[in-house]
């Protein structure tokens, strides 16, 4: 089992950037593969982006070449960087975690945090 704790999120004007962090807590040795999701109202939940233990990454189509996930200094902690911010990113943001074997942005985690806002604005 693992405990998710976001930070990082604000807001910011459109070309702007964010960073969200996220650290992980857990008794296991255990690796995950750990990812963004992100929610806004009246729409979907979106696998934002993706990486796994191995470093391998995933993105999204809506946020390529503007999004950058990474590893943080502490095992299980990622980092989301978010340039040329653009008002449809706009949502609740969660980290997620999930000690199997696939790693993707389509696929179910078993862990959630508890999430941090991101306001865009034009």
């Known amino acids: 089992q693992i405990q998710l704790a976001e930070s990082g999120g604000g807001s910011a004007q459109s070309g702007g950037s964010l960073r969200l962090s996220c650290v992980g807590s857990t008794t296991t040795s255990s690796s995950y593969c750990m990812g963004w999701f992100r929610q806004a109202p009246g729409k979907e939940r979106e696998g934002v982006a993706a990486i796994d233990f191995d470093g391998s990454i995933r993105y999204a189509d809506s946020v390529k070449g503007r999004f950058t996930i990474s590893h943080g200094n502490a095992k299980n902690s990622i980092d989301l960087q978010m340039n040329n911010l653009k008002p449809e990113d706009t949502a609740m943001y969660y980290c997620?975690?999930?000690?199997?074997?696939?790693?993707?942005?389509?696929?179910?985690?078993?862990?959630w945090g508890q999430g941090t806002q991101v306001t865009v604005s034009s």
């Open positions: 997620t975690a999930d000690p199997g074997w696939e790693c993707s942005t389509s696929m179910e985690f078993d862990y």
